[in-house]
């Protein structure tokens, strides 16, 4: 129902909570992460195994470090860690014989191998991203949240409780309630899926890009003039290939008559020379 799993500086809040019905015995089943390991993509890299615990009279259960300072768990979990710089998939199932460390997918093409638990109860994806924005990594889930920006989101909840997953935010907290109902009563005015409270920029932007890390939204940076934008791709200037440190993109160096010979859009000046004749 909500999972953080980064934060800016120390993750000690790192928590999922789980919603169901009240009463519900958890007995066989266990919260697990699929990402990437040393035998590459499709690695079981997480194991909580959530037998003898029980879904609380309020129907959620939160699980967490006992570092957290944006609540109080109602299970601490020694050692808590999820990865959060690439793409993983979270699952909650049962009857798991598959154990730590496990490669599910070895031939790394987003099918897992085979059956590794009885039945599943539930899935999200966090979904990464290359500089350029393009998705990578490989999912085990059709329930997909992010990127945000070049990364997998450091917070997702759902709205209301049990329905679609937002993405929060990576800087603050404002938006986390483990062991609460979802703070789900915000405003989004753009439209982009991101409550106001944690959205970096008051125009849509789903993705909540931000090349520069300052904070701010390249859809605003750019409507703004913070950031130039010479090629008209949406990418700040500032974000672009710049080879010889002139504050222009090489692209834009190139199409204002920057010498470029081979025409591989890399300026003449930043090529070898070996001779040093400038070509």
């Known amino acids: 129902n909500e999972l953080r799993i980064d934060q800016a500086g120390t993750d000690n809040d790192e928590y999922v909570e789980l919603i169901g019905e009240p ?31 029980v879904i ?12 957290m300072t944006v609540g109080t768990p109602d299970v601490i979990i020694a050692g808590l860690y999820f990865e959060n710089s690439n793409t993983v998939t979270h699952l909650l199932v049962e009857g798991l014989t598959a154990i730590l460390g496990d490669d599910l997918d070895i031939e790394d093409d987003g099918i897992l191998d085979g059956s590794f638990w009885v039945s599943e109860a539930d899935s999200v994806g966090l979904q990464d991203a290359d500089p350029d924005g393009t998705p990578n990594g490989l999912l085990y889930t059709d329930t997909v949240v992010g990127p945000n920006g070049f990364y997998p989101p450091a917070h997702i909840f759902r709205c209301p409780d049990g329905g679609d997953w937002m993405m929060g935010s990576f800087d603050s907290l404002a938006m986390d309630t483990p062991g609460e109902p979802n703070n789900c009563d915000g405003t989004d005015l753009d439209g982009d899926g991101v409550f106001d409270l944690v959205d970096n920029c008051y125009l849509y932007n789903p993705d909540q890009m931000d090349c520069n890390d300052n904070g701010i939204g390249d859809v605003c940076d750019l409507d703004e003039g913070v950031s130039q934008d010479c090629n008209e791709n949406g990418v700040p200037d500032e974000c672009e290939a710049d080879c010889d440190g002139n504050g222009i993109p090489d692209e834009c160096d190139i199409a204002n008559g920057a010498e470029d010979c081979d025409g591989n859009g890399i300026l003449d000046i930043c090529e070898p020379d070996c001779n040093e004749n400038g070509v």
Do not use: C, W
């Open 23 to 53: 009463g519900t015995v958890l007995d066989g089943y266990s919260y697990i992460v699929i990402g990437d390991g040393t035998g590459g993509l499709g690695v079981l890299e997480t194991v909580i195994d959530l037998t003898g615990l």
């Open 56 to 67: 609380a009279d309020d129907g959620l259960l939160s699980l967490g470090k006992v570092e």
